[in-house]
């Protein structure tokens, strides 16, 4: 199994990325999918999450109007569009999967993710 993210590191403030999460090794249609991250010094945040099936989507408070997360499951590959940056957004981005198939509130806590990826590192700095 991997998830492996990617996405533009060096990002200044109002400006826009989109970081993907490339997946192998597990039945990718049948899972949840889901973004974190953790800010240095900070505890790790759920952000988003996406179901399986009917492709519905939770996000934090702190992001939601400015995070959209999407799938492909044809390329096996979840993205999360980000606009707007801030400089709180500085931190390292995790994707995980969940077997559930489905996103619920405690998703975002981590609850039922069964594959993480090591993480990319975005940095929102002018």
């Known amino acids: 199994v991997q998830l492996v993210e990617s996405g533009r590191g060096l990002v200044q403030p109002g400006g826009s990325l989109r970081l993907s999460c490339a997946a192998s090794g597990f039945a990718f249609d049948f899972y949840a999918m889901a973004w974190f ?7 790790r945040e759920g952000v988003s999450c996406i ?3 009917d492709g ?6 702190s992001v939601k109007g ?10 096996n590959t979840v993205y999360l569009q980000i606009h707007s ?13 969940a077997g559930t198939g489905f996103c619920e509130e405690r998703s975002l806590t981590g609850y039922g993710m069964d594959h993480w ?10």
Do not use: H, I, W
């Not at 991250?37 to 505890?43: F, I, L, T, V």
């Not at 400015?66 to 390329?75: E, G, I, L, P, W």
């Not at 500085?90 to 995980?96: I, K, Q």
């Open 85 to 97: 940056l801030k400089p709180e957004d500085t931190g390292v981005y995790y994707c995980a999967a």
């Open 66 to 75: 400015r995070f959209t997360v999407s799938r492909d499951n044809a390329q």
């Open 56 to 61: 519905t989507t939770y996000y934090a408070d």
């Open 51 to 53: 179901s399986s099936s």
């Open 37 to 43: 991250r953790q800010a240095p010094g900070k505890e």
């Open 117 to 126: 990826g090591k993480g990319t590192l975005v940095t929102v700095s002018s």
